[in-house]
Nanobody, 118 residues
Framework: QVQLVESGGGLVQAGGSLRLSCTASGRIFSIGAMGWYRQAPGKQRELVARVTRAGSTNYADSVKDRFTISRDNAKNTVNLQMNSLNPEDTAVYYC????????????WGQGTQVTVSS
């Protein structure tokens, strides 16, 4: 059984910053790509940022130059530093990871709320 546990969401004023963290636990052999997705009310879940095990990253156009994704392979963690937040960033943010145990599976965290006030 693999669990992804997120932390770091909350309420922040426009222009502020938040840092999200996610840690994977369980009988893990290896973790491939890790990423952050978000879902705003009435909208589809969308990719925010993704990082491969080797450290290659890609970002949604809407967050480039404001958000930074990073990971620590030794600790099975992925972080998302979010700067210059605006109300359009308000959403539930979900951690995602491709995890190999006895098989490869795609896992999700429970989600953490980020609310940006104007």
């Amino acid at each position: 059984q693999v669990q992804l546990v997120e932390s770091g969401g909350g309420l922040v004023q426009a222009g502020g910053s938040l840092r999200l963290s996610c840690t994977a636990s369980g009988r893990i052999f290896s973790i491939g790509a890790m990423g952050w997705y978000r879902q705003a009310p009435g909208k589809q879940r969308e990719l925010v940022a993704r990082v491969t095990r080797a450290g290659s990253t890609n970002y949604a156009d809407s967050v480039k130059d404001r958000f930074t994704i990073s990971r620590d392979n030794a600790k099975n963690t992925v972080n998302l530093q979010m700067n210059s937040l605006n109300p359009e960033d308000t959403a539930v943010y979900y951690c995602n990871a491709l995890v190999t145990t006895s098989y490869q599976g795609n896992y999700w965290g429970q989600g953490t709320q980020v609310t940006v006030s104007s």
